[in-house]
């Protein structure tokens, strides 16, 4: 008998687990993945922010969940970075930098819950981990 997707060994791992593990591997090259990413799965809250007139690069991306604004940028040089911003009513109230792991573990969350309500979640999530 077949294990059912939610009880695979790589699933448990989670989500967060195999973005960080993209993070590690090519810090500089996970930002336009991770948006793609994140706009597949999340696409009414993701929003890609780019530069450049005539080759767009993606420079950072923002995933608002709720009353919680994820904000991961690429500074240019370094790893990149990443803060919570606390929304109330369109306002950002308090701004705080977090590790990019922990931003990836509550975005991934997200994801999670929301994969266990929709199939197609549910396959996009399957994609990602390479289970499909």
Known sequence: MEDSFENRDDVRIGVAA????????DARGFLPLL???LRQ???????????GFFKKITVGVEVTL???CY????????????????VVRGIA??????SMEQ???EIAETIEVRAQRTTEDRAAM???????
């Open 66 to 68: 709720d009353d919680t």
């Open 126 to 132: 399957a994609r990602m981990l390479g289970l499909s």
């Open 35 to 37: 948006c793609g990413l």
């Open 71 to 86: 904000r991961i940028s690429d500074p240019g040089r370094g790893r990149p970075t990443a803060e919570r911003v606390k």
């Open 103 to 105: 931003c990836l573990a």
């Open 18 to 25: 195999a973005l960080g593990r993209q993070f590690a591997a």
């Open 93 to 98: 109230l308090k701004t705080e930098s977090i």
């Open 41 to 51: 799965w999340l696409p009414g809250e993701t929003k890609e922010i780019t530069t």
